[in-house]
């Protein structure tokens, strides 16, 4: 049973340009977290989100950022017109169902140049 | 708004030495999490408590829950370098799912 995949592991992105962060929950993991963290820094809660279902985004800055988990294929969170303070990495966790613990994926660490 | 604080943030101990760090929540939960990380790498899940009074050890670890006074710890017994990593707990809110983790405590084991 593989474990929380993220893709890309790194990432580089102009400022201005578009970052698109993929998540692939564990097997049977409907629940998916999407948090940031900065260097020497804690994790900060993004979004939580269920199959086609954006569950709580209150972490989510208002513009630019956006997050999905459709039927099919991997949970993305997308970052529109990156800028430099958009670097850091990103993490993505899985729970199957509540009350239960959450599988974090290696992360995907963005850099905007 | 929801507060979850570690102490110490940073700890340096020697190699055979007990120690214990501390998680304080501001918000009603009896679900509480801790996690491991390594400089560059994901988070790994340690230990899971669901009650008050929970008490979990896992060799050198143990931890330990305490609802009704917001607390949990987790205690390192006769440490070894390779406890060396960063701790976080985590906190579920009873009134929601997302998990809200702590500042964390870097650990470092001096041989």
Redo the contacts between chains.
Sequence with gaps: NAGVMQNPRHLVRRRGQEARLRCSPMKGHSHVYWYRQLPEEGLKFMVYLQKENIIDESGMPKERFSAEFPKEGPSILRIQQVVRGDSAAYFCASQGQANTEAFFGQGTRLTVV | ELKVEQNPLFLSMQEGKNYTIYCNYSTTSD?L?W?RQDPG?????LF?L?SNGAVKQEGRLMASLDTKARLSTLHITAAVHDLSATY?C?V?PNT?????????TSLTVIP
């Design positions: 679900r999490y996690y790498k994901s988070l790994e899940s899971v669901l976080f985590a579920n929601g799912n997302q998990f809200y983790f702590g500042t964390g």
